[in-house]
């Protein structure tokens, strides 16, 4: 997905390649009464040769990382069963050649493809030279030294295992030397897009009521950013991008002091002056948020069932857990929507789910609270689940408690992760007439989940992974606890009884509304939302109100996204685009920890 950095990363090697072979050469100069004249030549071409071991990495990245990203994007998943279903007829060596004609050659008979590359021009005023690169693709071997071919993992998931030799030769006047990188290897994997790399994403990029949305210099974003509408930009200096930026229109729109304009630039003249560390597109193709994912195939993973009243349901089949967990609501109705508040108990994640019991009038007339323990270590590790049970009456006195422990994990019916699914609110807001709380706690360092809603999901506490770090920034690089939070027909809102300074750590989607805070214009000046994740929402919703750069009341946006989101990690169950992309983790590094050997020969 470094779709721009992978040319950030080819002019940054290549530069400081020629600049290593000028300093040699110049360095050879001003020593060469210590040198005999073969010696110089020598290694000059050494040096020549190596640039281009250099140069072959970063032209190798651009093509997997870029190219093959752009080609295979609008495939189906019937394409790449071609190259590694069950019963494929190609191999992954005829995927890239097909894919990338340009650039790799046809499968030969020892099992290779090849790239050559055409050597850059340098300066270095070395006379009679040349240079030949060439990349070799072969299919990785496992234990045995047998092929390892192309596969699907799970629904819409394929791999592509290869390995890669590059080798290079320098020539000065007549001396020839060949150098190459052995053991190269990566594993390509094409897969959906899931709407969690975004760090910010929007339908239409402006308010639920339609007004524009402003960045400024209070705007910071360091992963993707895409709207299907078009962004609008202030001042200079403006907003701060250290990703690709996308947008559906080609002309963004500038704030110009006070008088808006339309224009198809990435700037407007000295007053309006966002950076883009990658680029900002504009006419990108729009992805389709609402058509392309649907509650009925999230309610279908949970286990959801039609039947039965109102409440708290851990889908079983007596001895173990057959799906996630799922809360029934009488939606019209708001005093009974169910809180979550998540806790942890050694290496052991609790929900702690409440839901009220209302009568035809609204009127609390009892309430149920499960309190879910999840053991990822149990039984061998396949886990177990403990459920306690409390009922209490109108007056909050207890009537009755049970407790049972089932087998497995509530991780849906895929097995993927947590899954908590309701068909109504999750907490209230201040014009539902109720207090619920909403979702507040903390997601325990082994767990992965995602707790989506039809309706409103009201945050009413900080929401806070396990195990963080606040260096160099706040991150959970190297960390495995992960949260998706989704509304599906509503807003994901920061309730009422959210402290200052309010710490958010999961991805949000709100498919039909916003991210926003309640009463954002009356509420006193809270500090910031600091969000560690990302935000995929239909609309941009408002946090706070500002007077120049004084806060008046509500919020600021502290947004830092979750770089883990770029790799293969996402929340489960979290919705995917209809667009296919690849991910090459091995080649998204830098060489020196690429596991390559030099070698001379």
């Known amino acids: 997905m470094m779709k721009k950095a992978s040319l950030l990363a080819l002019a940054s090697i290549v530069a400081v390649v020629l600049l290593t072979l000028a300093a040699a050469y110049l360095s050879s100069a001003v020593n060469e009464s210590g040198f005999s004249e073969r010696e110089k030549k020598n290694s000059q071409a050494v040096n020549l040769a190596e640039a281009g071991l250099y140069q072959a990495i970063a032209e190798l990245k651009e093509r997997i990382l870029l190219d093959l990203d752009t080609v295979i ?56 030279t040349s240079r030949e690169i060439g990349i070799i ?6 234990a045995s030294g047998n092929d390892k071919e192309a596969y699907q993992e799970g629904s819409d998931v394929f791999k592509f295992p290869y390995e890669f030799t590059i080798n290079a030769r320098g020539s000065v006047s007549g001396i020839n030397k060949n150098v190459r990188f052995l053991q190269g290897k990566f594993e390509l994997t094409v897969h959906r897009v899931n709407f969690a790399r975004f760090a910010l994403f929007t339908n239409h990029h402006t308010s639920p009521s339609g007004e524009r949305v402003w960045f400024t210099e209070r705007t910071r974003f360091y992963g993707p950013v895409h709207t299907n509408e078009q962004f609008c930009f202030a001042n200079n200096p403006s907003a701060y991008f250290d ?17 808006p304009r339309p224009l198809a630039s990435d700037h407007n003249g000295s007053y309006d002056v966002p950076t883009f560390n990658q680029g900002f597109q504009r006419g990108a193709d729009t992805i389709d948020l609402a058509d392309s994912i649907t509650t009925n195939n999230m309610r279908a993973k949970v286990g959801y069932q039609t039947t039965g009243g109102s409440g708290i349901y851990i889908p079983n089949d007596g001895t173990s857990v057959t799906g996630g967990i799922y809360i029934k609501g009488y939606g019209t109705r708001n005093k009974d929507n169910a809180s979550i508040a998540m806790s942890t108990n ?37 886990g177990s689940t403990k459920v306690q049970t409390v009922l209490k009456d109108a007056y909050g006195v207890i009537t009755s408690t049970s ?48 707790i989506a809603s039809e309706r409103d999901i009201v945050i009413s506490d900080h929401v806070r992974y396990e195990e963080f770090s606040t260096s160099p920034r706040l991150n959970a690089e190297g960390f495995d606890n992960v949260l998706g939070i989704i509304s599906w027909g509503g807003d994901v809102v920061i309730g009422t009884t959210t402290p200052s300074n309010l710490d958010v750590h999961g991805v949000i989607m709100a498919v039909l509304g916003a991210f926003t805070v309640d009463n954002y214009r009356t509420r006193s000046p809270s500090g910031d939302v600091n969000l560690l994740g990302g ?65 001379q020969t």
């Open 73 to 128: 994007k609008d495939k189906t998943i019937a394409f790449f069963t071609v190259y590694a279903g069950s019963s494929a007829s190609k191999n992954s060596l005829d995927f890239l050649h097909e894919m990338l004609t340009a650039y790799f050659s046809a499968p030969n008979a020892q099992g290779e493809i090849t790239m050559g590359v055409v050597p850059l021009a340098f300066n270095a005023n070395i006379p009679n």
């Open 137 to 142: 693709i072969r299919k990785q071997k496992d």
């Open 243 to 259: 990703s690709e930026v996308t947008q559906g229109l080609l002309e963004a729109y500038f704030y110009n002091q006070g008088w």
């Open 346 to 382: 050694g290496e052991k994640q609790v929900y702690e789910i409440t839901q009220n019991s209302v009568n035809t009038y609204d009127r609390v007339i009892g309430s149920t609270t499960k309190t879910v323990t999840v053991d990822y270590t149990a039984n061998a590790g396949a």
């Open 403 to 450: 407790e049972e422990t089932l087998q497995g994990i509530p991780d849906g019916t895929e097995d993927k992760g947590i899954l908590i699914y309701s068909d109504d609110d999750l907490g209230c807001r201040s014009a539902d007439g109720c207090s619920n709380r909403g979702l507040s706690g903390t997601v325990a360092k082994a767990s992965q989940a995602t």
């Open 535 to 599: 935000v995929i929402s239909n609309t941009y919703g408002a946090f706070g109100t500002f007077s120049g750069t004084s806060q008046v009341s509500g919020y600021g946006r502290n947004f830092l996204y979750d770089e883990r989101m770029l790799a293969e990690m996402t929340p489960p169950y979290y919705p995917t685009t209809t667009d296919f992309g690849v991910l090459a983790p091995e080649l998204d590094k830098d060489i020196d920890t690429m596991g390559l050997i030099w070698q």
